[in-house]
């Protein structure tokens, strides 16, 4: 076989179109295992060049084939013990004699296809990118790391190319683009080519690896494919449903597609999404079955006696899977959110208390009914404009109204102590939160990932910090408001208490509070966002800023009229209670990242206004809360100077 040969054949072999994998795939596998499949695919693809109607057509190639097969019982027989490893090897040993007896292509690829299926589904490899790839990142590195051997626009004519031997391969030759998956072109974008001068970018990220494979997979479809392509994927639900996750996108090569689509539909599709893989992965379907596969593994983990691994994967499950989409499930559908929310509590805390593996098993199967209805309340033909305006709406002034009542009694306090010089800080503090919540935008859009704990715990100890700070501000408050007769000996203590010190606690505060409720909203709207219909969330967001503007003046403008005594009395009585909701909301995001334990109250209700979620930890917060507050009221009032 000549080099140019079996550089175009090795790079054929590393197409996945044919293996019918439906799993989401993990991470970790072992790298014998993915030798392996990779022998695999290159006898069911190279053994035709071999064996032709029962004779050997090429002694070199035959030698090569039976070489290979032994390899790979070889490698299979080294791999860690599973239960699936002896079925494994027993297809392995029956391979080997196919080809020694030298059978038919077609049988010898389909006992090839056969156990590297199985072989994946044994021992696991990543099939696709977690979500979809940054292809301006990857035309970023190919140009740094590739064009000068492939060539600027992937033609293989790069600078240094004339020096290489075999040439660089040329991405934009559409015969051998034809035969390659994306996942082919990952797996040497891994590993490199032994006996070529392509090396192994194993030192970058996967998911620039990803970038790279699927920007140089577009080089031989030209953009007036890819507007045909465009047109055919908006027209055709059954097109949309072939392709209902990157995983089924990267498998598949344009070779495999057109015996399944035809032509020239396969070739536009292709052209289409692998500038656009964005478009295989709404919300809802990638990180639910993400869900579903870390619950199955959390059952099987349980069922074998490992509770720890069981509890991980389910908290996997959720802060994977269902949490990021659970902005937009909220948006649609809160009591299925709820319901989806409160069954994965139920199914953690059943796996702390080493609750009966046939009690999990059945809380699982009820999870998994709760994610398909939930898939299907996130469809994108559920996202009319009507529900994204309630729903924009509705979060902005939820989230909001927490925050603006919290800055609005500090800006009424601060005018009535006369103060007027402190308010910039105050203004500066929930400006700046503003600011901060645009940058975490932009960076979580374009730099990073924010994964489920990160948002957990931003909310949970954001709200315990605000709790703890408004706890202190309300007992202070109910202090300073007992006594009418004392009306200027508050006012003149104030303005002294009142320091640059104090002035950037309020900073802090407003900035704190004002964050918080920004960060939530944030992660609904972009949810929101990819889900279309963006007049109409605008429409509710501005509706929303509207409303919370006019809640904001009326709530100033009566504070204006209140005398001192009962403005104290009253915002006192309003910040605690807001440290009770706080307090609640805390320590639920804390249980939802897995920091805190949980055990349900199953009698009382879940009033998330209220910040009561039944769990004897939230609902402990809040009476500690409570008794704080009292406490401190009593405390207060005790100390309250008396008339001389």
């Known amino acids: 076989m000549s080099a ?34 990779r022998l695999l695919d290159y006898l069911a693809v190279d ?27 070889e490698r299979i027989a080294g791999l860690p013990n599973t239960a699936a490893k002896p079925r494994l090897i027993a297809k392995a040993d029956d391979l080997v004699k196919a080809i020694g007896a030298r059978a038919s292509a077609a049988e010898v690829a389909k006992r090839a296809h056969e156990l590297g299926a199985e072989l994946l589904v044994a021992y696991p490899t990543p099939l696709a990118p977690a979500k979809a790839p940054n292809l301006a990142r ?74 790279l494979a699927f920007y140089v997979g577009r080089f031989a479809f030209d ?62 379907v990638g990180s639910l079955s993400i869900a579903r ?16 691994g069981a509890q991980e994967l389910a908290l996997a499950a959720y802060l994977d899977g269902f949490e990021p989409v659970e902005p937009a499930l909220k948006a649609r559908d809160r009591a299925l959110m709820t319901r989806v929310e409160g069954a994965m509590g139920d199914l953690r ?31 994108p033909a559920k996202a009319s404009a009507a529900s994204s305006f309630a729903g924009a709406f509705a979060i902005l002034l939820r989230e909001g109204l927490e925050a603006l009542l919290i800055v609005v009694a500090m800006i009424a306090f601060l005018r009535k102590a006369e103060r007027r010089d402190v308010l910039p800080y105050v203004h500066g ?75 950037w606690f309020l900073f802090l505060l407003a900035f704190v509070v004002v964050y918080r409720e920004v960060f939530e909203t944030i992660l609904f709207y972009a ?19 509207a409303v919370l503007g006019v809640t904001a003046w009326a709530l100033l403008s009566y504070s204006k009229r209140l005398p001192i005594s009962q403005f104290f009395a009253y915002s006192s009585i309003l910040i605690s209670a807001l440290a009770v909701v706080l307090a609640g909301k805390g320590v639920a995001a804390l249980q939802e990242a897995g920091l805190i334990d949980i055990h349900p109250l199953t009698a009382l209700p879940r009033v998330e206004v209220l910040g009561v979620f039944p769990t004897l930890e939230g609902v402990g917060a809040q009476v500690l809360t409570v008794a704080l507050v009292v406490g401190g009221f009593w405390l207060s009032q005790r100390r309250t100077p008396q008339p001389a």
């Open 4 to 37: 140019l040969s079996r550089l175009s054949a090795i790079l054929f072999v590393l197409t996945l179109a044919c293996l019918p994998i439906t799993a989401i795939a993990a991470q970790g596998a072992s790298p014998s295992a993915q030798v392996a499949w």
């Open 138 to 211: 990857g035309e970023s590195l190919y140009a740094e790391q590739c064009a000068a051997c492939h060539g600027v626009s992937g033609h293989g004519d790069g600078p240094n190319a004339k020096d290489l031997s075999p040439r660089p391969v040329a991405f934009a030759d559409i015969d051998r683009a034809r035969q390659r998956s994306v996942f082919g072109l990952y797996q040497v974008i891994s590993q490199g080519l032994d006996g070529t001068s392509m090396p192994s970018f194993a030192d970058l990220s996967t998911d620039d690896r990803w970038a």
């Open 349 to 379: 805390a059943s796996l702390s208390n080493a609750a009966p593996a046939a009690e999990v098993r059945t809380q699982i199967t009820r999870l998994n009914a709760l994610l398909d209805v939930s898939e299907r309340a996130l469809a």
């Open 47 to 73: 053994y035709p060049g071999a064996v032709k109607d029962g004779k050997v057509v090429s002694a070199s190639e035959y030698a090569e084939m039976r070489e290979f097969s032994s390899a790979v019982r």
């Open 429 to 503: 503090g929930w400006l700046s939160a503003l600011a901060a919540g645009g940058l975490t935008w932009a960076a979580a859009t374009y730099l990073i990932s924010i994964s489920g704990a990160s948002r957990e715990l931003t909310e949970g100890f954001g709200s315990l910090l605000s709790a703890a700070v408004l706890i202190s501000v309300g007992v202070w408050m109910h202090g300073k408001g007992q006594a009418d007769a004392w009306q200027s000996y508050i006012k003149e203590r104030l303005a002294a208490a009142l320091s640059k010190r104090s002035a």
């Open 293 to 308: 596969t870390k619950l199955a593994q959390s059952l099987a983990r349980y069922e074998v006696g490992d509770r720890k």
């Open 527 to 545: 949810a929101m966002w990819g889900q279309g219909a963006h007049a109409a969330i605008l429409a509710g967001a501005g509706s929303a800023i």
């Open 223 to 284: 953009d007036a494919a890819a507007h045909d392509g465009e047109r055919l994927w908006a027209a055709d639900p059954k097109l949309r449903a072939r392709f209902a996750n990157l995983q089924s996108l990267t498998q598949a090569s344009p070779a495999a597609l057109a015996a399944d689509l035809g032509e020239p539909t396969a070739t536009q599709v292709v052209a289409y999404l692998r500038r656009h893989p964005e478009a295989t992965t709404p919300p809802a």
